[in-house]
């Protein structure tokens, strides 16, 4: 929604003023100064209120996440719409409110006098996802809010930075290339692939020069359900994170709920075929067959010798999808069924008991599954096997140093690096950090810009 609320502000700039109720789902999003965060990571350029005890829900009968209410000049409730809303949608509404305004001498365009908070000076802004390449030794950052990809080695030498001029959807060398949010990363043979968020797209970046190309997506958001089709004439939504397992590119879909597949090679961005490959498309928690299934805002992929373990943040799970021919989809840790989007908390233990609280990625080491557990400010292993969860690393602040110590800001990104170790993009923090295993020691890997 927050990009049609971007077209609407920029279209009526001088008549139209959008104010966000923030009610949240979350504990964690009931804090200020997390909801502060979340304001300059989205880079939302209106007010917003925070709605911590749902009063303001309440007050306004509101049912569903988003609800858009719309007000005239004297403050009345002139319109109500529940669910998403398009520019194009909305904007025969609003030029007919605003003429029958004008005519009544009603609408006043004085400047509001409102200064956006610019957020924190750091060499990275929320950086969102990190990927690691052992053979090469390369180290990947989305650098999100710069809208940029960084290239660099463990000690924090870059070697190489793609894009970063601006938010945009534009091929070409690595000086002219936009995004627009990048999140996740991967390294396949010789290229780098990118879950560009907010353009809708899937883009490919040669290492070797570091040329851009879009290989799916339109750059607009799927507002129907896709079936898949050649990749560059699909519409995307909000793909969230990549990883690439036997020559397919697999991708969070986040806006729609699924798994989608695409083969890679000579034809991929061409020839090649994208679409769903697990859930139905339905919001929940469902285990079964894979297109059967109902998962909920994926958003992270970690590719394993029995499936493809991932991030299921809206319903804060952890799951697998197999690799038989006929996949299932098995929860780790997570309610199944009904009420299942509303199970969540801070609890290690049992799968009975343990919650977690909207977690983003998910990695492997060997035969180990660890899970950023975001909202938590936390890394925990999960056990498939025995479906228990512990506390790796984490509480909410700064902190460097051993793992009693150490402490994060809803880290976003997790990867395996090199050896025994993860890779950790601690996203309001604006830092990446490695984390040994075996030492039970983490440091931030300092990028020199």
Do not use: C
């Amino acid at each position: 929604m927050l990009p049609q609320l971007r077209k609407l502000e920029r279209r009526y700039a001088d008549t139209l003023q959008i104010v966000s109720v923030h009610s949240p789902k979350f504990p964690t999003e009931r804090e200020t100064e997390n909801l502060r965060q979340a304001i300059l990571r989205l880079r939302i350029e209106h007010p917003v209120l925070n709605d911590a005890d749902f009063k303001y829900w309440q007050t306004f009968g509101a049912r569903a996440w988003p609800t858009l209410y719309f007000i005239d000049p004297n403050g009345n409730v002139i319109g109500l719409h529940e669910g998403e809303l398009t520019e194009d949608m909305a904007a025969p509404l609003i030029d007919g409110w605003l003429a029958e305004y004008e005519a009544e001498q009603l609408l006043s365009r004085r400047d509001l006098g409102l200064t956006r908070e610019t957020g924190r000076d750091s060499a990275l802004s929320f950086p969102g996802k990190v990927a690691w390449d052992d053979e090469s030794g390369r180290l990947v950052v989305s650098d999100s809010n710069n809208d940029r990809i960084i290239v660099a080695d463990l000690d924090g030498n870059v070697s190489q930075v793609i894009g970063g001029s601006a938010a945009g959807f534009r091929d070409g060398s690595a000086a002219e290339a936009q995004f627009n949010q990048p999140q996740g990363v991967t390294v396949h043979d010789g290229h780098i692939f990118v879950a560009d968020n907010e353009n809708h797209a899937i883009r490919r970046i040669d290492l070797r020069d570091g040329d851009v190309s879009a290989i799916a997506g339109t750059g607009e958001q799927a507002r129907m359900m896709p079936s898949g089709e050649p990749a560059t004439r699909t519409a995307l939504s909000s793909p969230w994170d990549v990883a690439v397992q036997a020559g397919d590119l697999y991708i969070a879909m986040a806006g729609i709920h699924q798994i989608w597949r695409m083969p890679l090679g000579d034809s991929a961005g061409d020839g090649s075929y994208v679409g769903p490959w697990g859930g139905s498309g339905r919001e929940g928690i469902v285990d079964g067959p894979r297109m059967q299934s109902e998962l909920a805002q994926v958003s992270g992929l970690a590719p394993g010798p029995s499936g493809l373990a991932f991030a299921d943040s809206e319903s804060s799970g952890v799951r697998e999808i197999s690799w038989d021919p006929d996949g299932r989809v098995t929860t780790f840790i997570g309610k199944n069924g009904q009420g299942g989007l509303f199970h969540f908390g801070d609890v290690d233990g049992g799968r009975s008991v343990a919650r977690l609280q909207h977690p983003l990625d998910v990695a492997r080491v060997g035969d180990e599954l660890y899970v950023a557990d975001t909202f938590n400010h936390k890394i925990k292993q999960v056990y498939p096997r025995t479906e228990q969860v512990a506390t790796l690393v984490g509480g909410h602040g700064d902190a460097l140093g051993n793992f009693s110590q150490l402490q994060l800001d809803e880290p976003g990104g997790l990867t395996n690096g090199p050896g025994r170790s993860l890779l950790v993009a601690d996203t309001n923090n604006h830092r990446i950090l490695l984390l040994d295993l075996d030492t039970r020691v983490g440091r931030e890997i300092v990028l020199q810009l």
